[in-house]
């Protein structure tokens, strides 16, 4: 069995995928990663300008965890990191600056993926999502547990499978929650699910399947956008894509995406009215979207050979920046769906951030790539290994802050001056 289907359960991990509305809506969410891809779901990070190369770039501290794939959740003054350890799952709050440890919470939580999926782990593997006052975390066997963000105590729970009478996804929850206002959704059950975050009450269930093994459990996660003067919920299960009504769940339109065993991994992506995915084994589409007097039409506009695997891509003046199956990196055309350029191979995952023209890169084996974002050819400025273990986790950008999520541990860099460059990081307690 060729190696790329081996690791593409190490997707749903990363997968996860709009907006976040935050409790109290200010400047300062923008500089904070609250949840999957960012303040915005989309990669961009907020603060100062990022220099030219990654020599600055200053090891703060670093914190042993549990194995576990999600990516971490910046506030204002901790991170948020979740990890499995023996059979429970676990939560940690730390100490931005210094990595201490201000509270944990676990519960039971294990699940083992079947197949080839099982050399990747059955490791806690959902991003959680913060709104300012609430972490939301999904556990491997789909359970959603809300905790207070000052003291870590647990203010409600959500078992899918027994609400919903479904069996756990089969190769574990992967889905990202996102969070609007007052409400949550969130991939679960083999369905969409909108909740009611201050109590996980249901509010409505959509977009029910049959869990086979081929559709259980999403990879994605949904996003909330505007297409054709519409506020909807863009929603991309194992074999469709789907505009969704976020207020009812009526579904507005849906579009079959070609795939492989079910393996449509991607974020959407959202462009204008349109919106991109990419699929394991089958290409890249681009869909358009369509208001009429009956509701909406979606059609293919383009169609471009090149297949992405488990990387959202990052999107940078009408052109797309994307991490294919082949380990290359590529450019597309969004307007036109035109390749402008394809690289040599890097590693078999990138997590990426975006701020201006640069892009900052993380692949599973640890490296780190600043890159400059151009449709005539790819332009690394820097790399750097940054990690001497795997880094499947998203990595997170807040101000001049960066945070690594290795396999079994957390660390913080800090862009810096040439002074304090040299300084060795500290191991928190």
């Given at each position: ?273 349109s919106v991109f995915t990419s ?40 052109h797309a920046y994307i991490h ?106």
């Amino acid at each position: 069995m060729p190696r790329p289907i081996r690791h593409f359960v190490t997707a749903a991990l990363l997968l996860l995928v709009s907006p976040v509305i935050p409790a109290a809506a200010s400047e300062e969410w923008d500089t904070l990663w609250p949840q999957w891809r960012g303040p915005h779901r989309d990669g961009r990070a907020g603060g100062d300008m990022w220099p030219n190369n990654l020599d600055c770039l200053r090891a703060e501290w670093r914190v042993e965890l549990g194995k576990g794939y999600p990516g971490p959740i910046v506030a204002a003054d901790r991170v948020f990191v979740a990890e499995t350890s023996g059979d429970n799952e676990i939560v940690r709050a730390l100490d931005r600056q210094t990595g201490r440890e201000l509270w944990r919470a676990a519960w039971p939580g294990t699940w083992k993926v079947p197949f080839f999926a099982a050399s990747n782990g059955s490791w806690i593997r959902s991003t959680p999502a913060f709104d300012g006052e609430t972490l939301f975390v999904g556990g491997i066997r789909e359970v959603l547990v809300a905790l207070d963000a000052d003291t870590g105590k647990e203010r409600w729970r959500v078992d899918f499978p027994q609400r919903f009478g479904t069996e756990p996804p089969h190769f574990g929850f992967a889905s990202s929650p996102l969070v609007v206002g007052d409400v949550l959704y969130v991939q679960a059950a083999n369905s969409v699910v909108k909740l009611d975050k201050r109590n996980g009450e249901t509010l409505w269930r959509r977009l029910e399947d049959d869990g086979k093994i081929s559709e259980s459990g999403a990879f994605a996660s949904p996003v909330l956008a505007s297409l054709a003067g519409r506020e909807q919920l863009v929603v991309q299960s194992r074999t469709t894509l789907y505009g969704v009504d976020p207020d009812n769940g009526d579904i507005l339109w849906s579009q079959p995406v070609p795939h492989f065993r079910g393996m449509n991994i991607l974020t959407p992506t959202v462009w204008r009215d349109s919106v991109f995915t990419s699929s394991y084994r089958n290409g890249s589409f681009q869909f358009g979207i369509e208001s009429t007097a009956d509701g909406f039409d979606v059609s293919e506009t383009w169609k471009h050979k090149i297949h992405g695997y488990m990387s959202s891509p990052i999107v940078i003046d009408d052109h797309a920046y994307i991490h294919l199956q082949n380990q290359r990196f590529a450019c597309l055309n969004l307007a036109t769906g035109e390749g402008c350029w394809t690289s040599q191979p890097f590693g078999k995952y990138w997590s990426m951030a975006t701020q201006g023209d640069k892009i900052l890169a993380l692949d599973e084996r640890g490296e780190l790539h600043l890159i400059r974002a151009h449709p005539a050819a790819l332009d690394v400025l820097d790399s750097q290994e940054i990690a001497s273990s795997e880094t499947w986790g998203h990595l997170a950008v807040s101000a001049d802050q960066i945070f690594i999520r290795e396999l079994e541990g957390i660390a913080a860099y800090r862009w810096c001056s040439e002074s304090t460059a040299a300084a060795p990081p500290t191991t928190a307690p």
